[in-house]
């Protein structure tokens, strides 16, 4: 369901008053974005993005901004423990392991792993158990089996084990074996540019932005500044924020962050911005999609291009604002809403 | 993984609290609607609903919120005889966040918008309803009816975002409740 009509016919007085939030562009007057909180976290490399599941992409690197561990480490642990959850070995989903380790990031639950984990293994958030499990995602509930809780949990327990100045011993306390650090740490490197290594804390003075990489200067800049600054916040149709976006929300809050006013819909984003083709396409520069409810003239998607091939986006319910990649199915093209009008 | 919202079913429970419920007396105007379910115990389904899912925003609070946008919704449709852009960017400053302001303000600044001998137009909110909550943030829709001097009555729905700011609730976006994608 798109919004085509911003405004409805005959409201006269009351669609003038509407219409003006879609169609001024200025640069004053609107307190721009900060950058995101810096957090040292290297870029994926073209690897992770086609092997990690978005949504665990998101949450490694958000548990890495978090507690300031490569977001990468994090997701070796999870290829090796459960191929980022994509396994369907016993104790991934429901249930332990021969070892009693659960979930994706296999915390022990009983058994020769222990109870790292704390308490059941789905728990009311508000049990305190004394375990490592932490209710990461804030939906009350403390669950081994859910990512949004394991990876946080798990980024907690290398934390308190040495992280990040000693990653390798925080691994091997994790999974007391030699070959297992080797292994997630090979895995690491795969996935992020330059990763295994363990980095400075989000405080650090290395600290620079995160999984963009160095941001550009000017409105590209402060468009993904505010994009990253939400990743991870649910997909809401209609939102534009602050807690939860849909995807033409989340564009043009970000717009709006760098002092350009843009439309409200995908399908007016693509009307308005001035097209530009793919070889010339920017960060910063939106790329569209026919999507759910679209088509390839009225697009129904809409994402900021992180760089060529990967973008951030409110993708659709049950989804959060992530990096991801795109392809060109369904891909109606690209328009630069700063150049809009030249 | 469990949601992070309240379930559909508790946000039209909220809503009816926040704004009148069909187990409770519906009151006569907007404003006394909301004044009335300050008692917060009129509406046992409602009572229900707070004692079995903890939510990201307090009952009172989604109370303010609510009045916030009506009061909102109704200043930002209205367009009194007389009035001038200023006047009426005026009205709307002490209930905006500062970025709101700023689209805001580039509105009452395009003289286009504001077209000489253009009618009065008075907007009296009809409903108020919860689309959405989150800690810190609530999301409704104003239904309004805006009465023009001189012809019909038209209906519009406006989708205002509330937020906690340090000095309480203040409006954070307003866009048209139809505007939405669904990715």
Redesign the interface.
């Known amino acids: ?3 085509h ?4 016919a ?12 879609l169609l ?1 562009a ?1 640069a ?4 721009t974005q900060q950058a995101a909180a810096c957090t040292a976290q290297p870029a994926p490399t073209p690897l992770a993005l086609a092997a990690i599941p978005a949504r665990y992409l998101t949450l490694y690197q958000q548990a890495g901004r978090q507690y300031g561990i490569a977001w990468e480490i994090l997701a070796g642990i999870g290829e090796v423990e459960s191929n980022n959850g994509q396994s369907g070995a016993p104790g991934v989903y429901s249930g332990a392991n021969s070892a009693g380790a659960a979930g994706p990031m296999q915390f022990g639950i009983g058994g020769a792993a222990g109870d790292t984990w704390g308490g059941a293994p789905v728990h009311p958030a508000s049990e305190q158990t004394g375990g490592y499990g932490i209710d990461g ?5 403390t ?1 081994v089996y ?3 809780d394991a990876i946080p949990s798990a980024a907690r327990y290398l934390i308190l084990h040495g992280a990040p100045a000693d990653i390798e011993a925080a691994l091997f306390a994790y999974n007391h074996s030699e070959a297992y650090v080797t292994l997630v740490l090979a895995w690491a490197a795969r996935y992020a540019d330059g990763g295994g290594q363990a980095v400075a804390a989000a405080t650090g003075p290395a600290c620079t932005p995160g999984a963009a990489g160095p941001l550009p200067a000017g409105i590209a800049g402060k468009v993904l500044a505010y994009a990253e600054a939400q990743l991870g916040k ?11 976006f ?4 989340l564009v043009m ?1 970000a717009y ?2 760098a002092g350009i ?1 843009i439309p ?3 399908q007016q984003q693509w009307a308005y911005g001035r097209q530009i083709p793919a070889s010339r396409v920017r960060p910063g520069d939106l790329v569209f999609f026919a ?4 088509t390839l003239t009225a697009p ?3 994402g900021i291009v992180l760089r060529p091939g990967v973008m951030i ?5 049950g ?1 959060d604002v992530q990096v991801q990649p795109y392809g060109t199915d369904g891909l109606t093209g690209y328009t630069d809403p700063a150049a809009s009008g030249t | ?5 309240p379930p559909p079913a508790i946000l039209a429970m909220l809503a009816a609290t926040a704004i009148g419920c069909a187990a409770c007396a519906i009151p006569a105007t907007p404003a006394a609607r909301l004044a009335r379910h300050d008692t917060a115990s009129q509406c046992p389904a409602a009572t229900a609903a707070r004692q079995a899912v ?1 939510l990201p925003v307090s009952l009172s609070g989604v109370r303010g919120a609510a009045a916030l946008a009506a009061r909102f919704a109704a200043a ?2 209205t ?1 009194p005889a007389g009035g001038s852009p200023a006047g009426w960017l005026a009205r709307l400053a002490p209930m905006v966040t ?2 709101l ?3 805001l ?3 009452a600044a ?1 003289p286009a ?2 077209p000489t001998g ?4 008075t ?1 009296a909110v009809a409903a108020v309803r919860v ?2 909550l ?4 609530v ?1 409704l829709t104003v239904t ?1 009816r ?1 009465r ?1 001097a001189a ?1 019909a009555a ?1 209906t ?1 729905t ?2 205002v ?1 509330i ?1 906690q700011g340090a000095a309480g609730w203040a409006v ?12």
């Open positions: 369901m798109t919004g009509g911003a405004v409805r005959g409201l006269a007085a009351a669609a003038l008053l509407v219409l003006p939030v001024i200025a004053t007057g609107i307190a995602d804030h939906d009350g509930v669950d859910d990512p949004g649910p997909y809401q149709w209609g939102a534009t924020g602050p807690a939860s849909d995807c033409s929300g809050m709006r962050a006013a409200r819909t995908s999507g759910a409810d679209g129904g998607h809409v986006d409110a993708p659709a319910t989804q | 993984m469990a949601s992070r919202r903890p930002y449709l367009r500062s970025q302001y700023g689209t303000a580039r509105t395009t918008l504001w253009q009618p009065p137009a907007a689309r959405d989150a800690a810190g943030s999301i309004a805006v023009q012809g038209t519009t406006l989708a975002t937020v954070y976006d307003v866009e048209p409740a139809s505007a939405g994608n669904t990715g």
